[in-house]
């Protein structure tokens, strides 16, 4: 099932679940319908709307972004790098989330924005010290995120968090799947240039993989990262980026689509 955020015509926050070209909208927050079963909904439906009249937002607004550093083993081997014994972790704050359509903003001081389209987890409940065979019943779902990085600041500090943590730098949606294998995901980023002689748009496929190729599974990374810290509802975890990463330029359109949650789509522009 999908579930989403979007706003009405009103610009009114709403939650729903999208079933073809139909939103239906839900009278509870959208975590609240974490483990409910697709029957009990019925009850909930207040409204409905078609996707073409409504604005889809960033699903969730997680406390905190966990990410995973070098988890595709074709990213690994694209880099000539030995595969991690453990996940490495790097963290986003809140302030980086944007929805779908919504813009990337260029910092000032950097001039190389790199994409790395990812695979996401949406936690559920409350979660700490879980081992691997519990993961599952602590996942609320998954979506998409674009790890955008300014690739000159990271090779530039000692760490990663600044590069990491631009506003706009966690574009996020644009559903919540609660009902997919995440291992055996198709992933796919594209870059799209348009053509300013005759405004036809080129499309370049940048990555091209699938989550079966992740050193660490969904669950390990859940069970993992709870040894470390409380994981807390609507908390997001990205899984890594497939090999293929590579810059953006002002103007160009970025999407990320994994095949059974949709495409994230969002434009790199100055401030």
């Known amino acids: 099932m999908k579930f989403l955020r979007f706003l009405d015509k009103e610009n009114n926050l709403k939650t729903g679940y999208l079933d073809k070209n139909t939103v239906y909208e839900l009278k509870e927050d ?7 079963d697709f029957n009990n ?20 607004s997680p406390s905190k972004i966990v990410c995973i550093g070098l988890n595709y083993k074709d990213h690994a081997k694209e880099l000539n790098m030995e595969l991690p014994d453990t996940p490495k972790l790097f963290i986003k704050p809140s302030t980086t989330v944007i929805g779908p359509e919504n813009n990337i903003i260029k910092p000032k001081m950097s001039d190389e924005i790199d994409y790395e389209g990812e695979l996401a987890i949406v936690i559920g409940k409350t979660c700490k010290d879980i081992n691997i065979e519990e993961s599952k019943d602590y996942i609320f779902g998954y979506t998409i995120m674009n790890d955008v ?11 990663w968090t600044r590069g990491k943590s631009f506003d706009t730098f966690a574009p996020i949606g644009p559903c919540i799947e609660t009902k997919m294998d995440p291992t055996n995901q198709k992933i796919k980023t594209t870059i799209i240039k348009e053509n300013k002689n005759n405004k ?3 499309e370049e496929i940048k990555q091209d993989s699938n ?19 409380t994981l807390n ?11 293929g990463v590579g810059q953006i330029k002002v103007g160009e359109k970025v999407t990320v689509e994994i095949e059974d949650i949709g495409i994230l789509s969002n434009t790199l522009i100055n401030l």
């Open 211 to 229: 989550t079966k190729n992740m050193v660490f599974s969904p669950y390990e990374l859940v069970s993992f990262i709870s040894q470390v810290m």
């Open 233 to 243: 509802p609507g908390d997001v975890i990205a899984t890594g980026t497939p090999p």
């Open 149 to 159: 990085t300014a690739r000159d600041i990271q090779r530039m500090d000692v760490q």
């Open 30 to 36: 959208i975590l609240n319908y974490f483990n409910v």
């Open 200 to 202: 036809e748009e080129k």
């Open 41 to 60: 909904l019925e009850k909930d439906i207040v409204n409905s709307y078609s996707i073409n009249d409504i604005k889809i937002i960033n699903p969730v």
